[in-house]
């Protein structure tokens, strides 16, 4: 494995205590010297990023003298609130933390890798599974949440006697939403770099600023879609009728 500058910082820093943790947990180290990998690296590289952003604009916010930032993340706030609220329903707005930090968190993972010395998280295949794995859980927690063990009822369809059919198949079909959102992310992103560096290697001044448009044009579309898809599954869970 090609080690980004990045992640030869933390491995040089952390090797030793991370590979410790990894086998305390019986987890197969093949590089023990450096066992931090780039897209762990890129992940903790935005994940502290977005918490300097956060701090920095909950530490300027202002009803009389609101400034470029704060217009920004209003903004934000209010378009997954309003997307919420017409899909899900009045009650939307409380899944709007979830659903904004998720949102930045997959669009500056998509963005990182437009940064030279850097490259993006989403086009490893582990990272998008550990979005929609959280879209996963979130989702059904909030449908126990909101009905209790009434939500059952929601695998069985609307028919009783068709019960012992739906339950596989409703099973089947949200296991198959993980599926999904993992492989539209990452396939559409890993596509992006890849186009992006031939383009780079191949033509390295002014033909590559067009792939770098569409890349960030991709970048800002499937955070939109997997945002919207998870909006939509909350939707099912939450619903009055279940």
């Not at 500056?108 to 959280?134: D, K, Y």
């Not at 068709?162 to 339950?167: D, E, G, R």
Request: include cysteine; charged fraction near 10%; aromatic fraction near 12%.
């Amino acid at each position: 494995m090609e080690q980004l500058w990045f992640t030869e910082v933390l491995n040089h820093a952390f090797a030793g205590p991370v590979t410790a943790l990894l086998r305390a947990l019986h987890i197969n180290v093949e590089h023990p010297q450096a066992p931090i990998t780039n897209a762990v690296a890129m992940q903790l590289l935005v994940f502290v990023f977005l918490i300097i952003l956060f701090l920095l604009v909950r530490s300027r916010l202002s009803v009389e003298n609101p400034r470029g930032l704060q217009h920004v993340f209003e903004g934000v706030h209010g378009f997954i609130t309003g997307q919420s609220e017409e899909i899900i329903g009045h009650h939307g707005r409380e899944f709007t933390a979830f659903l904004a930090a998720l949102a930045l968190f997959i669009l500056f993972c998509n963005l990182i890798g437009l940064i030279p010395g850097f490259e993006s998280p989403t086009a490893v295949p582990v990272v998008p599974l550990g979005c929609a794995i959280c879209a996963f859980i979130y989702y059904q927690a909030q449908g126990f949440k909101h009905a209790g063990v009434k939500y059952l009822a929601h695998f069985a369809g609307p028919m009783p006697l068709l019960a012992p059919l739906m339950v596989p198949i409703e099973i089947i079909s949200h296991l198959a939403r993980v599926l999904s959102l993992t492989i539209r992310l990452f396939a559409n992103m890993f596509a992006g770099d890849m186009v992006t560096l031939v383009f780079f290697s191949l033509i390295p001044i002014g033909v590559p600023i067009i792939f770098l448009g569409l890349h960030i044009g991709v970048s800002l579309l499937q955070t939109y879609i997997f945002i919207l898809l998870t909006t939509v599954y909350l939707a099912g869970a939450v619903a009055e009728e279940h």
